[in-house]
Nanobody, 120 residues
Framework: QVQLVESGGGLVQAGGSLRLSCAAS????????MGWYRQAPGKQRELVAT???????TYAGSLKGRFSISRDNAKNTVYLQMNSLKPEDTAVYYC??????????????WGKGTLVTVSA
């Protein structure tokens, strides 16, 4: 089994910063990609940023420049640095992992989510 443990969410004032972390553990043979999605109240889940094992990063266009994704391969951990936060960034942020476990095909895994609330 694969576990994703997220941390770093909370309440912050507009203009502030937060750093999210997500550590993957379990019987992981290889990681293809890690990243973050978010879901605001009443809205669909949307891409925030992802990073592949080859180092390719993808951002939602509106977030590039304020958000930065990074990864520690040795720790199977992905980070999301969020700067200049706005009230519209308020959402539950979900960690995403695409990984292969022994004797299986690549599979997507999701964390339980961490709430980020940005006050005006």
């Amino acid at each position: 089994q694969v576990q994703l443990v997220e941390s770093g969410g909370g309440l912050v004032q507009a203009g502030g910063s937060l750093r999210l972390s997500c550590a993957a553990s379990g019987s992981i043979f290889s990681i293809n990609a890690m990243g973050w999605y978010r879901q605001a109240p009443g809205k669909q889940r949307e891409l925030v940023a992802t990073t592949t094992s080859g180092g390719t990063t993808t951002y939602a266009g509106s977030l590039k420049g304020r958000f930065s994704i990074s990864r520690d391969n040795a720790k199977n951990t992905v980070y999301l640095q969020m700067n200049s936060l706005k009230p519209e960034d308020t959402a539950v942020y979900y960690c995403f992992l695409s990984a292969t476990i022994p004797l299986s095909i690549p599979t997507a895994y999701w964390g339980k989510g961490t709430l980020v609330t940005v006050s005006a």
